[in-house]
């Protein structure tokens, strides 16, 4: 392989040339064909990616929550769950964001007997379970596939 610059022909040194389309060939390098309208010479131009410039990531629009504002938006809930996990589970110390999502869905399920008794509010176990999801995303969600989740009525 001999040092060309590209920009004339490497054997008239006309300016006159025609380049084709880039064709990859390993990932990090390529070539493409081109000849020359002068002299007819036919050769291929080799490149090699040495590296970028440039970049420019766009941010991720995003709606998600940290637990401390999840907290402050939902003080009684979790209130009522640290009592649930200390309780029920005899923790002495303050109770992990994911214990707290846990103890939110399994009193969802509680609450969903209630309702169907007429106990409780429909609206409250859907609470607990939106709530429940939104602190796993908080912790987790750069972590987790996307998904869709809606909660029926």
Known sequence: MKKYNGLRCPNCDSSEIQAGQFQ????????R???CDACHADWQEIFEITGY?????PKKETSMKTIAELRSENEDLFAAAHEWVSDGWCCIIPPTPE???AAMLMEANTQDKCVEYGDSDTSYPLRLRKLALDIIYAEHGDKLPTIRLELKD
Do not use: E, I, P
């Open 24 to 31: 990859d060939s390993s990932g990090s390098t390529g070539y």
């Open 53 to 57: 410039d440039n970049l420019d990531v």
């Open 99 to 101: 214990q707290l999502a």
């Open 33 to 35: 064909d081109c000849s």
